[in-house]
């Protein structure tokens, strides 16, 4: 107990020093962390603020790979040991991107270990699994952060400071229509190894935390359906979710992995109708458009790069980051209740 909390105390005065680089390593090199996570990093390294520090995975190639594309710096910044990988004393945080229900083994692992963790969306698989991540970060005095990235849209934020100012008036429906045609039947999710859902974990996850948070209220109930297109597909490929917040307010999602394109969120309120078009996504980019027909501006810097910047601060400053693991396991509670309520098809 007291090497634990001699560890805990050495990181946290580690984390204090704000004139050196907060140093993350990365948990799973694979696909988002490839074309999110390592450029935010990379980006956030240029300003002092954050760097890749060192690569964890299951194939050391691949794990070379990344640690050279993305510009890791520790003296030992390639593992495929977890244990070797979080043994590391300078490491300050793990990026979690390996598969959706590995997510709280690998969480629960880093923090034990002493480290803050970032875990990509979903946060787990189950209501008690993410209950136990968020129970270890107490004990242990970590930090979760969660990826929806989303809310760092900059056009999105600026959207939820409108609704906050009172300036639309209620908002009396939310509606989210994305669908991407990016996703393989092949792919891990679609075959359900380490995965629980589909469409709902890719993109539907994103959509429920971007209706409750712009609405400014939980999910209270849900009614859900499903279908699977493709043959010898069982995952849910199309997902649409009707549901009721605390205060009245609806919200109508529909997410596909199996359609054409499409990135539409849509806020009815009092004055009249917000259209944003393709805001949806990893780009920070789009339009919206407001009830008088004028453009809401905003500067669309790289969402990664603002909810990891985000994260680092929140760190340093000893509070919960803003997307934490009380919103991770909300979360998660709502995917459950969809795949309760979902009629399959």
């Given at each position: 107990?007291?090497?634990?909390?001699?560890l805990?105390?050495?990181?946290?005065?580690?984390?204090?020093?704000?004139?050196?680089?907060?140093?993350?390593?990365?948990?799973?090199?694979?696909?988002?962390?490839?074309s999110?996570?390592?450029?935010?990093?990379?980006?956030l390294a240029?300003e002092?603020?954050?760097k890749?520090?060192?690569?964890?995975?299951?194939?050391?190639?691949?794990?070379?790979?990344?640690?050279?594309?993305?510009?890791?710096?520790?003296?030992h910044?390639?593992?495929?040991n977890?244990?070797?990988?979080l043994?590391?004393p300078?490491?300050?945080?793990?990026i979690?991107?390996?598969?959706?229900?590995?997510h709280?083994?690998?969480a629960?692992?880093?923090?034990?270990?002493?480290?803050h963790?970032?875990?990509?969306?979903?946060?787990?698989t189950?209501?008690?699994?993410?209950?136990?991540?968020?129970h270890v970060?107490?004990?242990?005095?970590?930090?979760?952060?969660?990826?929806?990235?989303?809310?760092?849209?900059p056009?999105?934020?600026?959207?939820?400071?409108?609704?906050?100012s009172?300036t639309?008036?209620?908002?009396?429906?939310?509606?989210?229509?994305w669908?991407?045609?990016?996703m393989?039947?092949?792919?891990?999710?679609?075959?359900g190894?380490?995965?629980?859902?589909?469409?709902?974990?890719?993109l539907?996850?994103?959509?429920l935390?971007?209706?409750?948070?712009?609405?400014?209220?939980?999910?209270?109930?849900?009614?859900?359906?499903?279908?699977?297109?493709?043959?010898?597909?069982?995952?849910?490929?199309?997902?649409?979710?009707?549901?009721?917040?605390?205060?009245?307010?609806?919200?109508?999602?529909?997410?596909?992995?199996?359609?054409?394109?499409?990135?539409l969120?849509?806020?009815?309120?009092e004055?009249?109708?917000?259209?944003?078009?393709?805001?949806?996504?990893?780009?920070?980019?789009?339009?919206?458009?407001l009830?008088?027909?004028?453009?809401?501006p905003?500067?669309?810097?790289?969402?990664?790069?603002?909810?990891?910047?985000?994260y680092?601060?929140?760190?340093?400053?000893?509070?919960?980051?803003?997307v934490?693991?009380?919103v991770g396991l909300?979360?998660?509670?709502?995917?459950?209740?969809?795949?309760?309520?979902m009629?399959?098809?």
């Open positions: 107990m007291v090497a634990a909390s001699l805990v105390w050495e990181t946290q005065e580690h984390l204090m020093d704000s004139t050196r680089p907060f140093r993350f390593g990365i948990l799973g090199p694979g696909g988002i962390a490839q999110a996570h390592g450029p935010a990093l990379k980006a240029t002092g603020v954050a890749l520090w060192s690569v964890c995975g299951r194939h050391i190639d691949r794990v070379e790979e990344f640690a050279h594309d993305f510009g890791a710096t520790a003296p910044a390639v593992h495929n977890m244990d070797a990988f043994a590391d300078e490491l300050d945080a793990v979690v991107c390996t598969r959706d229900a590995l709280a083994k690998h629960v692992a880093a923090m034990r270990a002493g480290k963790i970032f875990v990509e969306k979903p946060m787990a189950t209501e008690s699994d993410a209950f136990h991540m968020v970060a107490e004990q242990t005095e970590r930090a979760i952060g969660v990826g929806y990235h989303m809310r760092y849209h056009g999105h934020r600026a959207l939820r400071v409108l609704i906050g009172g639309l008036g209620e908002i009396s429906q939310i509606e989210l229509d669908s991407t045609l990016s393989p039947a092949d792919g891990w999710r679609a075959s190894a380490n995965s629980r859902w589909f469409a709902l974990a890719a539907g996850t994103h959509a935390d971007l209706a409750a948070w712009l609405a400014g209220q939980p999910i209270r109930s849900m009614l859900a359906e499903s279908e699977s297109v493709r043959r010898g597909i069982m995952a849910d490929e199309r997902v649409r979710i009707a549901a009721l917040h605390g205060d009245g307010t609806q919200s109508r999602i529909s997410v596909s992995v199996v359609d054409p394109p499409q990135k969120l849509i806020v009815h309120c004055a009249g109708t917000v259209r944003c078009f393709d805001t949806l996504g990893s780009r920070g980019t789009g339009t919206i458009i009830p008088n027909g004028n453009l809401l905003f500067v669309p810097p790289n969402p990664y790069v603002e909810q990891l910047r985000a680092v601060e929140a760190v340093r400053d000893n509070r919960k980051p803003e934490n693991g009380d909300q979360n998660v509670r709502w995917l459950e209740m969809a795949d309760v309520q009629t399959r098809r």
